[in-house]
């Protein structure tokens, strides 16, 4: 597979034309960022964690019926992806509480839900990702009733199979952050799963092994990272 054109840079990957029309190749870069962008830095080798990371996660939900975007590895921190139109909706299912949804409520932050919460945001750097619901996603048309029906279900899905690995992992998988696309009128997941989209606590200590430790300046950002490949690669 040859790496054609740059199509986009976002903040944490390029996109990269091939040959085939249907496959992108995505480079995940070291750039971190928080509060859209607001917050600026880099993050030792995260490309190369993010990528292995999320190449994992990515293989364990499509052999459990999850359909991905991923199609396989093509080096440290490179993947070759199915091209999706992406929906503009950020999709977050929560298990304990953190950080916007402690600060929405008032509850405090590692409180457990009896039930996962699923919260949508409008994908949009302009307006800094607001908070929507269904009725706003079909105003906006960024997708059908059909469409946020099958994500939602995605979701869910996705939440049950993570929650239970990670757990065998001895992770704590609090929150964290989909994307889906449309692949020939289908919707698929899309974009990454890793310590950047996810918040992971270590289930003994509750030591955070996620980008909270960036967003916070907490230190030993790259080690986290590094660690929850070591878990979930064993
Ligand atoms: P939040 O508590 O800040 O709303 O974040 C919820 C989850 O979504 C958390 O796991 C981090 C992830 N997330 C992203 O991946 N991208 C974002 O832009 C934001 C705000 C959160
Ligand atoms: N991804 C967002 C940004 O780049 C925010 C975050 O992850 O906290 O600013």
């Known amino acids: 597979m040859q790496k054609g054109e740059k199509l986009y840079e976002g903040k944490a990957k ?7 029309p249907d496959l992108v190749w995505v480079e995940y870069k070291d750039d971190a960022t928080a509060f859209n962008g607001k917050k600026k830095g880099s993050i030792e080798d995260k490309g190369r964690y993010n990528n292995q990371i999320s190449a994992i996660l990515f293989n364990l939900l499509e052999e459990k019926g999850v359909p991905t975007h991923f199609k396989g590895l093509i080096g440290a921190r490179e993947m070759l992806v199915k091209k999706v139109d992406i929906v503009l909706v950020e999709v977050v299912v929560r298990n304990i509480i953190a950080g916007s949804l402690a600060k929405r409520t008032g509850l405090e932050e590692g409180v457990i839900l009896s039930e996962p919460v699923l919260e949508f945001y409008y994908k949009s750097d302009e307006l800094d990702d607001p908070f929507i619901n269904d009725d706003h996603i079909k105003m906006l048309k960024l997708a059908t009733e059909e469409q946020v029906k099958d994500i939602k279900k995605l979701a869910f899905k996705i939440n049950d199979i993570l929650l239970g690995f990670m757990r065998e992992k001895g992770l704590d998988l609090v929150d964290f952050k989909l994307e889906f696309g ?4 289908n919707v698929i ?4 799963i890793s310590p950047d989209t996810c ?3 270590d289930t003994d200590t509750h030591q955070k092994l996620d980008k909270d430790r ?3 300046d907490m ?6 990272y590094q660690e929850v490949l070591r878990r979930i690669s064993e």
């Open 14 to 20: 390029m996109i990269f034309a091939t040959e085939d």
């Open 182 to 185: 449309l692949f020939h009128g």
């Open 189 to 192: 997941l899309g974009d990454e």
């Open 199 to 201: 918040r992971l606590w």
């Open 214 to 216: 960036f967003r916070r």
């Open 219 to 224: 230190g030993d950002v790259e080690d986290a």
